[in-house]
């Protein structure tokens, strides 16, 4: 064994650890905490699905298990291949139980790798927003863990997530604000980079913009692949699950590249702006 390379190789993945812990400060440390919490000290609604409730979180509860298997069906049908097993899906109704679940107590919803789903069913009734498309697009992001697909682009997941899910995670962005901003040059800079560090920098792109404004935009620009070329999309999602990395898998679909499908999609909000 060579030394030299072994020490340099060693202080780069520190680096990156180090780097990834101050970019993500407590919640890495939540998460490993959060990780080993079994959902089993709730009550499980339905016999057949995996869903645990807080009391008091039932209602909500009882609207994702009733529309379970539209919802899979749905998530299959975008996603384009088979989604099982489903993860343990606890619903919370208090802050308390929710950050005993999830990395981030902050958020509305969250996947945890391939472990499971979890709703703040607090915030989300006190942000008026649908737990069922939360739910969905939550799905969404569990789907490709189950494939073993993870540190994606960011513009990817999201986008995809978003796009299921009928619009959860950019409801505060509307399809026109979000054409404005692109027309304006507010716009994500979507890449083909893979990787946690990749992942991890990932920022909102242009200056002024918000999460809720790049994942709206995201949105659009996965509706717009499906919509355009819909055989090159299966596709894509196909080499996707093949290969666990987008940029393989987009050459596989697409014969030219994101910058140049980006530029048709800005092309199409100007044409439909302009008429």
């Not at 919640?27 to 409730?53: G, H, K, M, Q």
């Not at 999830?102 to 979890?118: F, H, Y």
């Not at 994500?188 to 920098?201: A, E």
């Amino acid at each position: 064994m060579q030394v030299r390379p072994f020490l340099e190789n060693l202080r780069s993945a520190l680096a990156i650890l180090l780097l990834v812990a101050l970019l993500q400060g407590c919640t890495l440390i939540r998460a490993a905490y959060v990780y080993t919490n079994s959902p089993d000290t709730l009550p499980r609604i339905s016999v057949t699905l995996p869903i645990y409730a807080e009391k008091g979180a039932e209602p909500m509860a009882e609207e994702i298990s009733a529309a379970m298997l539209k919802t899979i069906k749905h998530i299959e049908v975008t996603h384009g291949g088979k989604l099982s097993p489903l993860p343990p899906i606890v619903v919370c109704a208090t802050e308390a139980c929710y950050k005993h679940y999830a990395a981030i107590p902050s958020s509305a919803a969250e996947t945890l790798s391939d472990k499971r789903i979890s709703l703040n069913g607090e915030k989300i009734i006190k942000d008026k927003r649908s737990a069922l498309q939360l739910f969905t697009h939550e799905l969404s992001h569990y789907y490709w863990f189950s494939q073993g697909i993870e540190f994606q682009p960011r513009w990817f997941e999201e986008g995809m997530a978003v796009w299921a899910s009928n619009g959860a995670g950019a409801e505060r962005v509307s399809i026109q604000a979000a054409a404005k901003a692109i027309l304006a040059g507010a716009t994500i800079r979507p890449t083909l980079n893979t990787g946690i560090w990749d992942y991890l920098t990932q920022t909102t792109s242009a200056p002024g913009n918000d999460w809720h404004m790049f994942y709206r935009q995201s949105g659009m620009f996965i509706q717009y692949l499906h919509d355009h070329d819909p055989a090159a999309f299966a596709n894509l999602l196909d080499a996707l699950r093949q290969t666990k990395d987008l940029r393989p898998a987009w050459t596989i679909a697409y014969k030219r590249s994101v910058d140049e499908l980006w530029g048709e999609f800005i092309n199409k909000i100007q044409r439909i702006n302009a008429e």
